[in-house]
């Protein structure tokens, strides 16, 4: 393990004022965007919509890395230039959806647990070869009644952190994504506890891994009440929950801390991350790892009229740079 190369990494993909912009939807996903909108669901229409997010001019000002997917990482434009020779002309950094998706957790209905370990040194290695520089593994947990249960998050936290060694020992940054879903009908006092829980479960396991902290990235969901629960928060409690959770369940060596936009409107993403920089000094670099929230813009008008990519690609460059602007605290 070279500590400094991780160090090195983490510093220049949470270079102030950018963020990483993910562009790893699975293909079910990104079939499923699709369908919504009316678009064949076919390989050479995702290569297509992911040549203009790939190709944007401009959008290095505000992004300092991509995380693609299996099928991305492979792919080249309509003239035969590799997506990743096009990333890396413009001085920005490869990542790579590094899980290989969910599966039912056995004996727990309703939960899940995220597949990838069985292979994962093989295809870290391909990937690195590849140019990935980083890496990202998902995990996902439901608030309900009885949920998430002491077998999920444990199970979870552990495939976290023998992921994030294995990156590590081959020179990889690991982005560690525990994401609480928003669906329900809970309070956000219930997923401040969830959070908390499910953050203090993960940094103990990768310390036991002795995983090297300042050479991981946090991907974490904001704390919100679930989306059916009809309670009014106030926008500035949002803000002040999720860094006081992040603060007493969060290392302070952590290399950085970056949002997941996963069911928040792309407007709240932005302002609870600017309120966020308004709360005075934080203790560790923090910014966003947006999808949806800043592709949908450029999404819908591709959709519209796929012929004009320069205005898609304008909308995707507009809606990195407000959230560039918000990581500093400066949107407005």
């Known amino acids: 393990m070279d500590k400094n190369i991780l160090m090195n990494t983490v510093a220049r993909l949470l ?18 965007r699709f369908e919504k909108l009316g678009l064949e669901q076919t390989e050479e229409k995702r290569r297509e919509y992911r040549e203009l997010l790939v190709t944007a001019p401009g959008v290095e000002q505000y992004i300092s890395g991509y995380i693609l997917f299996d099928e991305t990482i492979r792919q080249s434009t309509r003239e035969g230039k590799s997506f990743t020779s096009i990333i890396e002309e413009k001085g920005l950094h490869i ?6 998706g969910l599966s039912d957790l056995p004996g727990h209905p309703g939960e899940k647990i995220t597949l990838g370990i069985d292979g994962l040194p093989e295809r870290l290695k391909q990937y690195k070869n590849m140019g990935a520089v980083f890496t990202k593994w998902r995990a996902v947990y439901t608030i309900g ?35 609480v879903l928003t669906d329900g009908e809970h309070t956000i006092e219930r997923c401040y506890d ?12 990768l ?19 679930g989306q059916n629960s009809k309670l009014e928060i106030y926008e500035k409690e949002i803000a002040r929950l999720t860094v006081k959770c992040l603060k007493e369940h969060t290392p302070e060596h952590i290399g950085g801390i970056v949002f997941l936009s996963g069911g928040m409107k792309d407007e709240d993403a932005t ?18 790892s947006y999808g949806r929230a800043i592709q949908n ?33 400066k949107y407005e």
């Open 15 to 32: 270079e102030s004022p950018k963020g990483i912009l993910a562009i790893d939807e699975s293909t079910n996903t990104c079939n499923s």
């Open 271 to 288: 302002r609870r991350l600017n309120n966020m920089h308004k709360m005075g000094p934080l203790p560790w670099p923090l910014t966003f």
């Open 194 to 205: 969830v959070t908390a829980r499910n953050l203090d479960a993960i940094f103990s396991e």
């Open 297 to 329: 813009p450029a999404l819908h008008s591709w959709a519209e009229n796929p012929a004009d990519v320069s205005t898609a690609q304008k909308l995707l460059v507009e809606a990195a740079e407000r959230n560039s602007r918000a990581s500093v605290g």
């Open 95 to 100: 990542g790579i959806k590094a899980d290989t």
């Open 145 to 179: 009644e009885n949920t998430p249960s002491e077998a999920c998050v444990m199970e979870n936290a552990r495939n976290l952190a023998e992921y994030a060694l294995l990156c590590q020992m081959i020179g990889l940054v690991p982005i560690v994504e525990p994401e």
């Open 207 to 225: 310390q036991a891994k002795e995983v090297f902290i300042p050479g991981v990235i946090l991907k974490t969901s904001m704390v919100l009440p």
